[in-house]
């Protein structure tokens, strides 16, 4: 459970601050971490604490790639996004 709060969290930060790729503008991945700072706190401040600090935490956490689950969240998402693309292939 979670390492799925995880994942759900750094999208949900994703789908407000930007989903940054490496072949974005250089100024725009430079801004990456900033932008999802404030997304971050902005999602802790809506839903207030306890649940807002679980949820930066587990953000924070993610980012730091410190932790087993936060390295298995990263791959799984990078693996995710690879489905995506071979799912974009075979339809267009």
């Not at 956490?61 to 995506?84: G, H, P, S």
């Amino acid at each position: 459970v979670r390492l799925l709060r995880m994942a759900v969290t750094h999208d949900l930060c994703e789908a407000l601050a930007g989903d940054v790729t490496p072949f974005c503008d250089p100024s725009v991945v430079a801004s990456k971490h900033d932008k999802e700072d404030q997304a971050m706190k902005a999602i802790k401040a809506v839903v207030g604490d306890p649940l807002g600090k679980e949820l930066y935490d587990l953000w924070a956490e993610y980012e730091a790639l410190q932790t087993v689950e936060a390295i298995y969240c990263k791959d799984i998402d990078k693996f995710e996004m690879v489905v995506q693309a071979y799912e974009y292939e075979k339809e267009h």
